[in-house]
C-alpha cells in the first residue's frame, strides 16, 4: 500500500512534490442571470511620445549639416526626422497660392526635399527615420515662434491644445552635467 501524498502547502510535502503538484482550477458556478458588461477602455499610449525633429532644407551644407545630424539623433532617441522645405508668401495675395505655378513650385520643392532626404540617409545609413513636408511661410514661422517661447495653440476639431516651451532646467545643473 502506498501512504497518502502530503496537501500542497501544508508544510509536509517535500520540494519534489512541491514543485510538482499543483491545485487545480475549479470555475465557479454563475447562475444564468449573471451578466457581464463588456468595459470599454480608451487605447493606452505610450507614457512620452516619441520626438519629432523638424529640419529646414535651404539648399545650403548647413541645412544639410543639419539633416544628417538629426537622422543621427533621431536613431539614438527613437524619433522621426521632418525634413521641411518653406515657399515664400504670394505677396500677400490670398488667390495667388492656387496658380498652377504655385502648384508646380510646391511640387519641385517636394522633389528636391526627397532627393536631400534621400542623400543624407545613403550618408547616414539611418533607415525609416525621415519624412518630408513643404510648408508655408506663416506654418513654419508660427513654429518658429513657439520654439523661441511663444504659446501655440492647435484648435483641431476635437479640442484645444496649448504647447508652451518645457521649462528650462537650472543653469548649475547644466553645468555639472558637462563638467
Known amino acids: 500500500m502506498s501512504e497518502p501524498r502530503p496537501r500542497p502547502g501544508s508544510g509536509q510535502e517535500t520540494d519534489h512534490v512541491r514543485d510538482h503538484v499543483r491545485d487545480p482550477v475549479v470555475p465557479t458556478a454563475r447562475s444564468e442571470d449573471d451578466t457581464v458588461e463588456l468595459l470599454r477602455l480608451p487605447p493606452l499610449l505610450p507614457r512620452r511620445q516619441s520626438p519629432w525633429l523638424i529640419v529646414e532644407i ?27 522645405a518653406v515657399l515664400d508668401d504670394a505677396g500677400g495675395d490670398p488667390l495667388a497660392g492656387s496658380t498652377r505655378g504655385r502648384l508646380r513650385e510646391h511640387l519641385a520643392a517636394h522633389d528636391r526635399l526627397e532627393a536631400h532626404l534621400l542623400r543624407a540617409i545613403a550618408e ?49 545643473r547644466r553645468l555639472v552635467r558637462g563638467a
Do not use: I
Request: without cysteine.
Open 58 to 84: 535651404d539648399g545650403t551644407p548647413s541645412g544639410h549639416d543639419a539633416l544628417l545630424w538629426a537622422l543621427r539623433e533621431a536613431a539614438r532617441r527613437e524619433a522621426t526626422v521632418v525634413a521641411v
Open 124 to 172: 547616414t545609413g539611418v533607415h525609416g527615420r525621415g519624412r518630408t513636408a513643404v510648408l508655408d511661410r506663416p506654418v513654419f514661422d508660427a513654429l518658429t515662434a513657439a520654439t523661441h517661447g511663444a504659446d501655440l495653440v492647435v484648435v483641431r476639431p476635437h479640442g484645444k491644445t496649448l504647447l508652451r516651451q518645457a521649462v528650462p532646467r537650472p543653469l548649475t
